[in-house]
């Protein structure tokens, strides 16, 4: 290792903010497993029987190469079907997917207009691409026109992009679509919804939030299927006619080795767990956030998002790191979440509500937090 990795660890040590992998262990309340899917013997019996009727386990090649595979074409389709799309493409993973999205699509001369909570992934796609950027303040349609307005008033000729999350993933509140749709028709523009977390989860059929605006013209989504569904990989819904732009000038499309048959298989079968969702896991989960988010409240005085992604803001780094410190030294799986995730001064803990813990669970971890909170002054 050179000196300047050691001494850039070193410092992020200092800030306590060195990370380190760690096993899993404790009552899962971090996890994105939010329907229980990814261990359930639903989808586990369903990779069995791919296997058995001989689905590959790899692609061996690129799919402009030998590694398109049935599933990966029957898994767009079926999927295109279900969110109410012209067209879909699989991708390896979210990350991967937003980047090749906004490091494609947007071109010289467009502007992509991104909300200052955005995923990292968007931002280094953007970075990677030929489009001007501008922030937008968070989930503020106003400030996404005035940015738009600003740039056509300095000369910009382009298309304008909106790139928001429908559901965000460190503050587990939800953008307005309706008003950001407004403001992309007013402009002539795109609207792309990373709909990460609400995928299987929020929306009919757990098809997310921005289901009423799937299969329009200047509206595209991205699902991933990592987190709810239980899988991997990622879906882009989008018109044809971008769908086959991004196979021919996305190089993270590509040059990539094509996701595992097996995986688009399981995909497949979980987007039907969903879909007729026969255990009630939506209805469960509900029933779940809405007695977090009381208890929360009652006990800790904290607000509730109403999702199922619940910060607990604490400030420093260090405050932060030993209230989730203390709550792992009672058998709970509650992360941190420090700048640069997050803006300075909002190093948080992250609490996951999935079905992997029930009520009891939830209400034991709260009680823990209530007696920890007191004892770690700001």
């Known amino acids: 290792m050179s000196d300047s990795h050691e001494r850039a660890l070193k410092a992020l040590e200092r800030r306590g903010r060195l990370r380190a992998l760690q096993p899993r262990s404790g009552i899962d309340f971090s996890s994105n497993d939010y329907l229980g899917l990814a261990a359930s013997s639903e989808l586990t019996d369903a990779v069995a029987r791919a296997l058995d009727r001989g689905v590959a386990v790899g692609a061996g090649g690129s799919r402009l190469l030998r590694g398109n595979d049935p599933e990966h074409e029957a898994l767009e389709t079926e999927a295109a079907d279900f969110f109410g799309t012209e067209s879909c493409l699989y991708l ?106 609400a995928t299987g989860v929020l929306g009919p059929d757990g098809r997310g939030l921005a289901h009423a605006l799937e299969g329009s013209a200047d509206v595209i989504s991205l699902h991933t299927c990592g987190k709810a569904l239980g899988a991997s990989g990622a879906l882009i819904l989008a018109p044809r006619l971008l769908r086959d732009y991004l196979i021919n000038r996305a190089r993270p499309f590509i040059y990539a080795t094509a996701p595992s048959p097996l995986m688009a298989a399981a995909v497949r079968a979980a987007l039907d767990i969903v879909r007729r969702d026969e255990a009630g896991r939506r209805a469960r989960l509900a029933s779940l956030v809405a007695f977090a988010g009381r208890e929360l409240e009652r006990r800790c005085g904290i607000a509730p998002t109403g999702s199922h992604i619940q910060p607990v803001i604490l400030g420093a780094d260090a405050r932060a790191l030993s209230v989730a410190q203390a709550l792992v030294a009672e058998g709970f799986d ?11 001064g909002t190093a948080r803990l992250r609490i996951s509500l999935t079905l992997n813990a029930g009520e009891d669970a939830t209400a034991r971890l709260l009680d823990t937090l209530a007696a920890v909170l007191p004892q770690v002054p700001a």
């Open 92 to 197: 390896g993973g979210g990350f991967l997917a937003n980047y090749a999205l906004f490091a494609t699509l947007p071109a010289r001369g467009d502007l992509v207009v991104h909300d200052a909570l955005i995923h990292a992934s968007t931002i280094d796609g953007m970075r990677a691409g030929k489009a001007s950027i501008a922030e937008a303040a968070h989930n503020d349609a106003l400030s996404f026109d005035d940015a738009i307005t600003r740039w056509r008033s300095a000369g910009g000729v382009g298309r304008p992009w909106i790139a928001v999350e429908s559901l965000y993933s460190m503050d587990g509140d939800t953008a307005p679509l309706d008003d950001l749709i407004t403001v992309v028709r007013r402009h002539d523009g795109y609207l792309v919804v990373d709909e990460a977390h």
């Open 334 to 344: 509650v992360r941190t979440v420090r700048p640069p995730t997050v803006p300075e």
